[in-house]
């Protein structure tokens, strides 16, 4: 408290440790100090309310959770009777089911009157009438057969995702990692015992009309695996006592019974799919039980998980009513506290009333709150000697009492003040009896620190001064977070975040700091999953958005002292501060991705965007931030091609892998410029007389160093920079000069079909490029064919259409690619304009040899046809194979049986030489009469 230029007085300088003119003021300033407590007792009385209607509404929850898992039970039941129900054709299952949609009813009841009884959200209502609406249209049209099993089976699951989505909405808003773990456990468990509905309501049908088909085992694979998969989450995140109750499950008798069965059945699968349908005697050596059967080993284990899941849901719930339990005593100690402080407040101005005698009792006290304040108090006499301090200053400043009692406040003077500073601190001082404002003061070490100084007069009764009054506080860890908080003073103009350069600026700065305490920590990179089709297909100002609303998940997962910066795009990066071990990393990451399986609201309708995760620790992955960051990224992209919606730690694999990909990246940029690609021609052949009709036009790439590269390699690669754009261009390009040189040079015309990439066909400009290439090289537009993969069109179906029906306004033909290893909707299979459908080689690989492959080939060529398509068969490599297609009706071939991918001129060559029939003058279409 450096005080210079004060006017002086003749008071005797008190001696040292004398508390005389202390005690005459001591009880106001202890009032004071009283009313400052109140003020911060109320403050936290406000905090503790809000943590008990917290608290209190997350045990609301976990009752409603409880019959939310009820219900979902009932309806998994309901749907796998009325699964068998309809396989069977109404012959088994009627009167359970029957039975189990009362108790459905029953359980839905029960859950209103929870939500009535709570007055929880609306919302809840609302999507629980939602889905009762859908449920009451649906059981008579089951009870009439009206309806196919899978659309029965889809409806209830998707009532069932509802009320799972419930449930998620009430998790993931735990403070508490242990609860928030069992949370995690329970939502792992539940899905996995909805894996085995799914699978007791697919078996059932499958034993009551005895079809079991290749896609049906499929289906069946797939419910196994995914069960596996969230069972093992489960193991990983339960404790181990629940681990232990559900080791007993699997023990049970009825897994191994149930086992069997799965093992018959696909034994019975696979005979059919081998051999074709079983005969009376084959069927009675494979011995398959009953639908009823079925549905009761099943059921036990089922039930069994059920009783395992209400145990971890009553375990939530405990957990809650004790937090819930620790809000409420604590919010009464805060009570108290306030109470405690106003009443202080209330005996001390009572206690002045009644005279000196109480007030020296009050000072005592006053002394005892002195002697322990956290903050920095000084007493000066009139002559600004100091008198007293308390243990607080000598450990800001760093001199002991007996060093500092006696001198003047100039002690503490840094020079960082000049004359004019102190003269307005004395006028105000003098004028308003306080002053209070920033200084810069100096330790007995020499340290200058700033601080926020206090000062108040003190005088007597008759007006004359006879202390003053200093409280410090020291500023110098506030002005670091200023310091630090300037440093991050640019922001992310659309989330608010810190942008790139204000987080490599908190990441440099955490290596310093993690490098002198020989601490840890560890940066996250987390990307959106398929951001790219929200943008092309809903529009930027819809992914503006969800980027918005992705940033505050994510802030709202990290704890109060990390730091979350968006880099660009739909990339953000995390810094997660004092990390003691992996296993804190695991719970942030598994908190971020919960909070992304809520949906997104995009343009009215609700969205699932998942996240991927790639995670990099200090100092295991890298010493410098640029290592960190490139370590994080690569984690990143493993995390992406492992499926997505995951995290990763990284390894040095991951860096081999990630050098790997970088060099190939940087190598296909150049290889436009350098010549590197070359296109080749399959020819496509007449079914019926073997005439050229057309052929696809193939990219091959080959690079000094690395030789023949496969497309299976770099053309994800291209995809995934945008480099397949310009790519895609030159080789419609190239190709169409090609073709219109055969047209010009051999006097007769070959269509040539290009693959269009999901890029180039969601790109605005494709007409008018297309339609640019083909003014280019003069071809006729009737001569061009693009081929479309089914990706392309189911992500905008509606714009897709648009595209084709502008493709064939310009004459250029459309042909759908890989037909039956996408989606395969009918739906939209009839609804786009297209010319041709090309069945894929792995239908026709194992022709005329597999029934199943004959099967689809037929149902594809049959399609296709009815359609008014033409059907094209690719990979034909034996005769057997052309005569079994030909035979269904397809129309034109391409395979190695016919010729090879090869150069223009090779092509050129052997229609000239007769080994290929060379084509009709008019190429108007496709086919040709035989």
Not at 499 to 517: D, F, G, I, T
Request: proline share 3%; charged share 20%.
């Amino acid at each position: 408290m450096p005080i210079e230029n004060s006017p002086q007085t003749n008071v005797p300088r008190a001696p040292p440790g004398s508390l005389g003119p202390i005690r005459r003021n001591a009880t106001w300033v202890l009032i004071v100090f009283l009313l400052a407590l109140s003020f911060f007792a109320i403050h936290s009385l406000v905090e503790r309310f809000d943590q008990l209607r917290n608290a209190s509404l997350d045990r609301k929850w976990m009752g409603a959770n409880g019959a939310i898992s009820r219900l979902i039970h009932e309806l998994q039941r309901e749907r796998g009777f009325s699964s068998g129900f309809i396989a069977s054709r109404g012959e088994r299952f009627g009167e359970s089911l029957v039975t189990q949609q009362i108790r459905t009813d029953g359980s839905l009841n029960e859950l209103k009157s929870i939500i009535r009884e709570h007055a929880m959200d609306q919302a809840l209502q609302r999507s629980l009438d939602a889905g009762w609406g859908q449920l009451q249209e649906l059981r008579p049209r089951v009870k009439s057969l009206e309806l196919s099993r899978d659309y029965t089976v889809d409806r209830y699951t998707w009532i069932i995702d509802t009320l799972f989505d419930l449930q998620l909405s009430s998790f993931g808003s735990a403070i508490e990692s242990s609860i928030f773990r069992k949370q995690m456990a329970f939502i792992a468990f539940s899905q996995a015992k909805e894996m085995l509905g799914q699978e007791r309501a697919l078996l059932s049908a499958i034993l009551s009309d005895h079809n079991f088909s290749a896609g049906r085992m499929l289906t069946l694979n797939n419910i196994r695996a995914t069960e596996q998969a969230r069972l093992a989450n489960f193991v990983r995140l339960a404790d181990a006592e629940t681990a232990a109750r559900y080791r007993e499950i699997l023990a049970q008798p009825h897994i191994k019974d149930a086992e069997r069965i799965r093992q018959k059945i696909r034994a019975v699968a696979f005979w059919e799919e081998s051999h074709g349908s079983m005969s009376t005697t084959e069927a009675l050596s494979i011995s398959l039980p009953t639908p009823e059967m079925w549905f009761e080993v099943s059921t036990a284990k089922i039930d069994a998980m059920k009783a395992l899941e209400d145990r971890l849901n009553a375990s939530l719930g405990v957990s809650a009513e004790q937090v819930e339990k620790r809000a409420w005593q604590e919010l009464s100690i805060s009570g108290l506290l306030v109470l405690l402080a106003f009443m202080l407040a209330g005996i001390l101005i009572r206690q002045i009333q009644r005279g000196r005698r109480v007030a020296e009792h009050q000072l005592n006290l006053a002394e005892a709150v002195f002697a322990n304040s956290v903050e920095s108090i000084l007493v000066t006499d009139a002559d600004q000697r100091i008198v007293e301090v308390n243990p607080a200053f000598l450990r800001i400043s760093g001199y002991s009492r007996s060093e500092i009692i006696g001198q003047h406040p100039r002690i503490l003077k840094s020079g960082r003040h000049d004359a004019a500073f102190f003269a307005r601190m004395w006028q105000e001082l003098n004028a308003n009896g306080t002053w209070e404002g920033e200084v810069w003061n100096r330790r007995k070490n020499g340290e200058i620190y700033p601080a926020l100084l206090s000062i108040a007069v003190v005088r007597s009764q008759d007006g004359k001064v006879v202390n003053y009054t200093g409280m410090i506080f020291d500023l110098s860890q506030q002005k670091t977070v200023e310091a630090l908080l300037d440093q991050l003073r640019t922001f992310d103009g659309l989330t608010a975040l810190p942008n790139r350069e204000s987080w490599l600026s908190a990441l440099e700065q955490q290596l310093a700091n993690a490098k002198r305490n020989s601490s840890r920590f560890s940066i996250l990179q987390l990307d959106l999953d398929r951001f790219k089709a929200i943008n092309d297909s809903m529009g930027y100002s819809v992914g503006d958005q969800v980027l918005i609303e992705a940033a505050e998940r994510v802030k709202v997962s990290l704890r109060k002292y990390d730091i979350v910066a968006r880099l660009g795009g739909n990339r953000f990066s995390i810094l997660l501060n004092e990390i003691v071990d992996p296993q804190t990393i695991g719970g942030i990451c598994e908190k971020l991705l919960t909070a992304f399986a809520r949906p997104f609201q995009m343009g009215g309708i609700n969205a699932h965007i998942s996240a991927s995760i790639g995670v990099a620790i200090f100092p295991n992955d890298g010493q410098d931030s640029k290592t960190l960051m490139m370590a994080a990224e690569s984690a990143l992209y493993s995390a992406k091609a492992d499926g997505r919606n995951l995290y990763k730690y990284y390894s040095h694999e991951m860096n081999e892998m990630g050098t790997h990909l970088f060099k190939l990246e940087r190598m296909l940029r150049v290889a436009l410029d350098r010549n590197e690609f070359s296109v080749v021609y399959q020819p496509q052949v007449n079914a019926k007389n073997g005439q050229l009709v057309g052929v696809e036009a193939l990219l091959r790439w080959h690079n000094p160093e690395l030789g023949n590269v496969s497309p299976v390699q770099f053309i994800p690669v291209a995809e995934e920079t945008g480099l397949i754009v310009s790519i895609g261009e030159w080789v419609m390009r190239v190709a169409c000069h090609q073709a219109r040189t055969w047209q010009s040079e051999l006097g007769f015309e070959i269509p040539v079909a290009v693959n269009l990439s999901a890029r180039q066909f969601r790109r605005n400009d494709l007409l008018a490029s297309v339609q640019t290439i083909l003014d280019e090289t003069g071809l006729p537009n009737r001569l061009l064919e693009l081929e479309i993969t089914e990706g392309s069109l189911i992500v905008d179906p509606i714009g897709a259409i648009d595209i084709m029906r502008g493709l064939n306004c310009l004459g250029i033909k459309t042909a759908l690619d890989d037909f039956g290893t996408g989606y395969s909707s009918l739906a939209y299979l009839k609804a786009f304009p297209l010319n041709r459908l090309k069945i894929d080689r792995a239908f026709v690989r194992d022709l005329p040899d597999n029934e199943s492959d004959c099967a689809i080939s037929n149902t594809i060529i049959a399609l296709g046809l009815n359609l008014n398509m033409e059907v094209l068969a690719e990979g034909v490599e034996t005769e057997a194979q052309r005569d079994f297609l030909a035979d269904a009706g397809c129309q034109v071939f391409q395979g190695y049986l016919f010729g090879k991918p090869m150069s223009g001129e090779d092509l050129t060559l052997r229609l000239q030489s007769g080994n290929l029939i060379a084509p009709r003058c008019s190429a108007s279409s496709g086919i040709s009469d035989a």
